[in-house]
């Protein structure tokens, strides 16, 4: 556990929770209020975890330390209690485990025929929503209240329904597993651009279970199963595959709209990759439009999370940016990345470093479109310095290719060299060295050594010929187009021109 805990705690609460841990704390002990309520303060105040800047705000606002250690766990234990209360009903889970606490008060104060109609209700939402755990918890107290009234034909109901649940709990967890297994392969991989790769992703899904979506025996087991075909077409690059599961995703969730607000992370997650795949084939206005109502999806909610708000920020930068770039609309990319510090600073509590590479990496690309090279440098050092290989394996290593290629347009040759000798090493070490890398790291090399453009035009035609032999007769290789388009950007070296500028005559 964290021994910042508190502060951890403290400094993801909202404006509205902290109000409410005043007054919470206000009315539950009068006497211990000011206390506690300035220890919050302090805790609110500080910058860091570092003991003397806490030391010092302890001094600063008069809060005795002598007991600091119990004061910070009783405060931690109070903090949560209040967060309880404030979020007392707000989802379908809390509502449940709320009724089940007053079966249990009621039990033992025996008033069962008063536990009867709470779990009667529990077992209403949870039945709903297919919460198999809870419906397991709902029925083993259904028994025990039975086992009182001396209803041996409730009790073996009762087992009956536990069984079921059991069965169907198996199959979720199964599953569940099963998808586990291939998104940590999507995580790897990403893209397949191996046979080995894709063996792995068709093993998964050639498990029994993955035969149809009439062996997922509930809701839950049912999306799992459209996740994990969706995960293995994405793999194999299968895009209108991919596009139907996610579309049968957002249909269940939007035939039922109490699993949008219990979990809006999934629906969000089904949208975001229903509009990537789209993008490519909706007319640009369309397509903005659509990003435009994905945007607005965190005011849909009757919760106000500003996790759901961040991610939706990430995922809609992420696909506004992507639509660009791939569109050759790099100045207008240019126009997007100028206000993005602006608008991260709001999220910056809850937003993931996968984002942020990410991010970084289409900022690199734009601005070798734009010829910005020495911007270029610093965007990817960005990557290779800040974030660590696992985060994204696939960003990281096509952040060193783009590396490489930014040392060439800046004419470091002696870099170059070096360079090319780590990036093999780095490459054949990790079984990633295709051949794609290969011919990309020789003409890197064979540039170094050339004495005229001439030369050097001579082996960029070479190397775009080769490309597009290997791109129109092998799939898997062609697959790196996703992360940079390779062939137009030779073809704007031959033009004499940036990637934006031919693109932009071109079109």
Same mark, same amino acid.
């Given at each position: 556990?964290?021994?910042?805990?508190?502060?951890?705690?403290?400094?993801?609460?909202?404006?509205?929770?902290?109000?409410? $841990?005043?007054?919470?704390?206000?009315?539950?002990?009068?006497?211990?209020?000011?206390?506690?309520?300035?220890? *919050?303060?302090?805790?609110?105040?500080?910058?860091? +975890?570092?003991?003397?800047?806490?030391?010092?705000?302890?001094?600063? @606002?008069?809060?005795?330390? @002598?007991?600091?250690?119990?004061?910070?766990?009783?405060?931690?234990?109070?903090?949560?209690?209040?967060?309880?209360?404030?979020?007392?009903?707000?989802?379908?889970?809390?509502?449940?485990?709320?009724?089940?606490?007053?079966?249990?008060?009621?039990?033992?104060?025996?008033?069962?025929?008063?536990?009867?109609?709470?779990?009667?209700?529990?077992?209403?939402?949870?039945?709903?929503?297919?919460? #198999?755990?809870?419906?397991?918890?709902?029925?083993?107290?259904?028994?025990?209240?039975?086992?009182?009234?001396?209803?041996?034909?409730?009790? %073996?109901?009762?087992?009956?329904?536990?069984?079921?649940?059991?069965?169907?709990? !198996? @199959?979720?967890?199964?599953?569940?597993?099963?998808?586990?297994?291939?998104?940590?392969?999507? #995580?790897?991989?990403?893209?397949?651009?191996?046979?080995?790769?894709?063996?792995?992703?068709?093993?998964?899904?050639?498990?029994?279970?993955?035969?149809?979506?009439?062996?997922?025996?509930?809701?839950?087991?049912?999306?799992?199963?459209?996740?994990?075909?969706?995960?293995?077409?994405?793999?194999?690059?299968?895009?209108?595959?991919?596009?139907?599961?996610?579309?049968?995703?957002?249909?269940?969730?939007?035939?039922?709209?109490? =699993?949008?607000?219990?979990?809006?992370?999934?629906?969000?997650?089904?949208?975001?990759?229903?509009?990537?795949?789209?993008?490519?084939? =909706?007319?640009?206005?369309?397509?903005?439009?659509?990003?435009? /109502?994905?945007?607005?999806?965190?005011?849909?909610?009757?919760?106000?999370?500003?996790? =759901?708000?961040?991610?939706?920020?990430?995922?809609?930068?992420?696909?506004?940016? %992507?639509?660009?770039?791939?569109?050759?609309? *790099?100045?207008?990319?240019?126009?997007?990345?100028?206000?993005?510090?602006?608008?991260?600073?709001?999220?910056?509590?809850?937003?993931?470093?996968?984002? =942020?590479?990410?991010? #970084?990496?289409? $900022?690199?690309? %734009?601005?070798?479109?734009?010829?910005?090279?020495?911007?270029?440098?610093?965007?990817?050092?960005?990557?290779? @310095?800040? $974030?660590?290989?696992?985060?994204?394996?696939?960003?990281?290593?096509?952040?060193?290719?783009?590396?490489?290629?930014?040392?060439?347009?800046?004419?470091?040759?002696?870099?170059?060299?070096?360079?090319?000798? &780590? /990036?093999?090493? #780095?490459?054949?070490?990790?079984?990633?060295?295709?051949? +794609?890398?290969?011919?990309?790291?020789?003409?890197?090399?064979?540039? &170094?050594?050339?004495?005229?453009?001439?030369?050097?035009?001579?082996?960029?035609?070479?190397?775009?010929?080769?490309?597009?032999?290997?791109?129109? !007769?092998?799939?898997?290789?062609?697959?790196?187009?996703?992360? $940079?388009?390779?062939?137009?950007?030779?073809?704007?070296?031959?033009?004499?021109?940036?990637? *934006?500028?031919? &693109?932009? &005559?071109?079109?």
């Amino acid at each position: 556990m964290s021994k910042h805990k508190l502060y951890e705690l403290v400094k993801a609460m909202s404006m509205s929770e902290k109000r409410y $841990f005043k007054l919470y704390v206000k009315k539950s002990n009068a006497k211990q209020q000011p206390k506690y309520s300035r220890l *919050f303060d302090v805790y609110d105040q500080l910058k860091s +975890t570092e003991e003397e800047e806490l030391i010092r705000v302890l001094k600063e @606002n008069k809060v005795n330390s @002598n007991y600091l250690a119990a004061d910070k766990n009783h405060l931690y234990h109070l903090v949560q209690k209040s967060l309880r209360a404030f979020h007392a009903g707000r989802s379908a889970h809390l509502q449940i485990y709320e009724l089940l606490a007053n079966v249990e008060i009621l039990y033992h104060k025996g008033l069962h025929e008063l536990c009867v109609k709470d779990l009667l209700r529990a077992k209403k939402i949870a039945g709903q929503l297919e919460f #198999h755990t809870l419906m397991i918890e709902i029925s083993t107290w259904e028994r025990k209240v039975g086992e009182y009234w001396r209803r041996p034909d409730k009790v %073996v109901d009762f087992l009956t329904d536990v069984q079921n649940e059991v069965e169907q709990l !198996s @199959n979720y967890q199964e599953l569940v597993g099963l998808y586990y297994e291939a998104n940590q392969l999507k #995580h790897q991989e990403w893209k397949a651009r191996s046979e080995e790769a894709m063996f792995s992703i068709e093993k998964i899904v050639q498990h029994p279970l993955l035969s149809g979506p009439v062996e997922a025996l509930s809701g839950p087991c049912i999306r799992y199963y459209y996740q994990i075909h969706a995960i293995y077409f994405f793999m194999a690059n299968e895009r209108e595959k991919e596009l139907s599961c996610n579309k049968k995703l957002i249909a269940i969730m939007e035939a039922k709209p109490q =699993l949008i607000e219990e979990y809006p992370a999934e629906y969000i997650a089904y949208y975001s990759r229903f509009l990537s795949i789209s993008k490519n084939s =909706l007319p640009l206005d369309e397509f903005h439009e659509a990003l435009r /109502t994905f945007k607005l999806i965190p005011k849909r909610l009757k919760r106000l999370d500003p996790e =759901l708000h961040a991610r939706v920020f990430i995922l809609s930068h992420s696909l506004e940016m %992507v639509s660009l770039i791939r569109n050759n609309s *790099f100045d207008m990319a240019l126009l997007v990345m100028q206000d993005f510090d602006r608008q991260l600073k709001p999220h910056m509590n809850v937003v993931d470093e996968a984002f =942020l590479m990410s991010a #970084h990496y289409r $900022f690199t690309y %734009v601005f070798i479109a734009m010829g910005m090279y020495e911007k270029a440098l610093v965007s990817v050092n960005h990557i290779l @310095n800040e $974030f660590k290989e696992q985060i994204r394996p696939d960003i990281f290593i096509y952040a060193r290719l783009l590396n490489l290629i930014i040392h060439h347009e800046l004419g470091n040759v002696s870099l170059v060299r070096y360079m090319i000798r &780590t /990036t093999r090493t #780095h490459l054949q070490k990790r079984d990633k060295l295709f051949q +794609t890398e290969n011919l990309l790291l020789r003409f890197f090399n064979q540039s &170094t050594a050339v004495r005229n453009e001439e030369e050097q035009d001579q082996l960029t035609k070479a190397l775009h010929e080769d490309l597009s032999l290997l791109f129109e !007769s092998d799939e898997l290789e062609r697959r790196v187009l996703n992360y $940079f388009d390779l062939t137009t950007w030779l073809e704007s070296k031959l033009a004499a021109k940036t990637l *934006f500028e031919f &693109t932009k &005559t071109r079109s």
